[in-house]
């Protein structure tokens, strides 16, 4: 092989593994939830794209309410859905949208959009 094919088989497989690593691998520590004046363990969550910010931590046992700000109007990100907790909720444009529920137990739990593309995860901690 010629050195400038080098180059660019070595360059095909370090982009291919920075976009493994960025869709599949990467995770993020998250944000924790802010406790508000009625007790609840609150979060805005943009959604454009995707849920940014993506990963949310609360503690066990306690009042949850995210809420969801939908900036697009494509059809995946029109409902959010938490079926670990039993919930979803139609998300219109430009509203925010309050989604609350009770954290649980401590684990990890997803939610997502409807078809499944766009992802989040709530992470409940042990008090």
């Known amino acids: ?3 400038d094919q080098i180059f660019i088989t070595l360059g095909g497989f370090a982009v291919i593994t920075f976009i493994a690593w960025f869709f599949w691998l990467k995770r993020t520590v998250g944000v924790r939830a802010t ?3 009625d007790g609840y363990q609150e979060q805005m969550i943009l959604v454009k794209g995707g849920y940014t910010p993506d990963t949310i931590r609360v503690v066990a046992g306690r009042p949850v309410r995210l809420l969801f700000r939908r900036e697009e ?4 990100s029109e409902q ?3 079926p670990d907790f039993g919930k979803s909720a139609a998300l219109p444009t ?3 949208v309050p989604l609350e529920f009770i954290s649980g137990e401590p684990g990890t739990h997803e939610f997502t959009c409807q078809m499944g593309m766009l992802r989040g995860q709530i992470i409940v901690e042990a008090a």
Request: net charge positive; with cysteine.
């Open 1 to 3: 092989m010629r050195p």
């Open 35 to 37: 406790v508000v004046s």
């Open 73 to 76: 109007t494509a059809a995946c």
């Open 80 to 82: 959010v859905v938490l």
């Open 94 to 96: 430009g509203r925010v």
